[in-house]
């Protein structure tokens, strides 16, 4: 019935497109929602376990994440400080 | 025991103000006592569709800082006696509303009525997330179009994170209602359809409300849709709503206008 009411009057149904336009979307931006606190969390740990063998500036840890179209990527980036070795033969 | 909804939506325009007003009207006809409170500070209009313009003195701001008592802001309904409207101030910021100022509103009010309807201004900044700050329940309110189930989601997302509810690890029950919906557009695949919306939202459906003219004719009288006529195709999906609301089982339907055999004739929408 649809699809011969298209054939008479020509038009394609854009509502389609629009559900499939906003599932893509949502998808997308759900994911989204929840990262800040995700990433806080994730940065927080992190330090925690490296703060435990090596004196670190907290400023100097940096969580980022990235998303693509198939994968996505957590980037942890810890800069060390040059007393590096000695205070892990302390904690030894 | 009181129950606090907001009706809600993120974008503006889809009808929060008719609906809140619609519903309000309508619990109060079903014998609750109701009191529909415009959250929408700078911007108020909520007064004007209940047709209680005229007669604001203080407001919801003057309540918050204590200027004004609760009684001396609540205006009382002309035609329904149990129906109250406490409405927002039209010359302050909504920086004047406080999370604290409103819960001790809210409080008060439950003390005093069934239901507590928050009409939420547009946006999701202080004002809209003030309003569902203390709600039990949401009715979100969505047009069929894509920029409006966008935001209605987002809006879902924020009830079930920034409401006082939702921090102590309970739920707000939440409602879609649709508003502005054609079925014929929709049947011609023009329009999302029901099953598309509550398939993207996830969230279950309290009305179907029809795009009719008879809730322009009611804002234009001052009047909410229930009361202005009841017979009207939209005015009777509200009122389905509101049975929901009060926990009814209500067969879901789009009512449909009933055209005058002249209209129908000549193919002319009366004005």
């Known amino acids: 019935m649809i699809n011969l009411l298209r054939l008479i009057s020509g038009r394609t149904a ?12 949502l998808a997308h931006e759900r994911g989204l929602r929840g990262q800040p606190e995700l990433l806080g969390l994730l940065r927080a740990e992190i330090l925690a376990v490296v703060s435990r063998h090596v004196v670190l500036d907290p400023e100097k840890v940096v969580v980022r994440m990235e998303r693509g179209k198939h994968v996505s990527t957590l980037e942890v980036d810890i800069e060390v400080p040059n007393g590096f070795e000695r205070s892990r033969a302390v904690a030894v | 025991m009181a129950k606090v909804l907001v009706v809600t939506s993120g974008k503006g325009g889809v009808g929060k103000t008719t609906s809140t007003a619609a519903l309000g009207a309508g619990l109060a006809q079903m014998g609750e006592k109701v009191v ?30 204590g200027v004004a008592k609760l009684s001396q802001a609540l205006i009382r309904d002309k035609r329904l006696e149990n129906l109250w409207l406490l409405p927002a101030s039209q010359t302050r910021d909504k920086d004047a509303l406080t999370d604290e100022g409103v819960g001790r509103i809210i409080a008060d009010l439950r003390t005093k009525f069934d239901w507590i309807l928050c009409d939420s201004p547009a946006g999701i900044e202080r004002g809209a ?3 569902m700050r203390y709600a039990d329940e949401a009715v979100i309110v969505t047009n069929p179009e894509v920029s409006s189930v966008r935001d209605s989601d987002r809006i879902i997302g924020m009830l079930d994170s920034k409401t006082v509810k939702a921090e102590r690890g309970e739920r707000v029950e939440k409602h879609i ?10 049947a011609r695949g023009e329009m999302l359809s029901i099953d598309d919306i509550l398939e993207i939202l996830a969230t279950p459906l309290l009305g179907i409300i029809p795009e009719s003219q008879d809730v322009l004719r009611a804002s234009n009288v001052g009047s909410p849709v229930t009361l202005n006529n009841a017979a009207s195709a939209p005015a009777r999906a509200y009122v389905d709503a509101v049975r929901r609301l009060m926990g009814e089982t209500v067969t879901m339907m789009v009512p449909v206008e009933r055209k005058g055999l002249m209209n129908r004739l000549l193919g002319r929408r009366a004005a």
Do not use: K
């Not at chain 2, 529909?36 to 919801?60: I, K, P, Q, T």
């Open chain 2, 129 to 131: 997330t003030l309003a």
């Open chain 2, 36 to 65: 529909v409170v415009d959250f929408d500070v700078g911007l108020r209009n909520l007064d004007l569709v209940m047709g209680a313009e005229r007669r604001v003195v203080f407001d919801l701001i003057n309540v918050v800082q």
């Open chain 2, 177 to 186: 209602l649709i508003t502005r919906y054609d079925s014929g557009r929709a």
């Open chain 1, 14 to 25: 854009s509502a389609p497109v629009a559900r499939e336009r906003l599932q893509i979307l």
